[in-house]
């Protein structure tokens, strides 16, 4: 089992710069695929990043250009940087581990962005 801990949400004005920390404990970090969703208010959670244990990287298309996602296996972490961020990615941010059928959530992180 994986324990997940999302922390760097916030407010931002719209074009600032955010960046989000998962922290996972008890497991060996980095045979998982570690994955960003989001979800805002009345619409589904989606996808907005993933990295695989190779380093791989897929992003949802909204945010590609603007959100990088990198892990450190040393520290058992995987970050979301957002960059350009717009009043339409105001959302509770998740953080995801998953390995074969095998997938745990973390709490999520509230993100707003507004002026």
């Known amino acids: 089992q994986v324990q997940l801990v999302e922390s760097g949400g916030g407010l931002v004005q719209p074009g600032g710069s955010l960046r989000l920390s998962c922290a996972a404990s008890?497991?060996?970090?980095?045979?998982?695929?570690m994955g960003w969703y989001r979800q805002a208010p009345g619409k589904q959670r989606e996808l907005v990043a993933a990295?695989?244990?190779?380093?791989?990287?897929n992003y949802a298309d909204s945010v590609k250009g603007r959100f990088t996602i990198s892990r450190d296996n040393a520290k058992n972490t995987v970050y979301l940087q957002m960059n350009s961020l717009k009043p339409e990615d105001t959302a509770v941010y998740y953080c995801?581990?998953?390995?074969?059928?095998?997938?745990?959530w973390g709490q999520g992180t509230q993100v707003t962005v507004s002026s």
């Open positions: 995801n581990a998953r390995r074969g059928s095998y997938s745990d």
């Open positions: 008890g497991t060996i970090f980095g045979i998982y695929t």
């Open positions: 990295i695989t244990s190779g380093r791989s990287t």
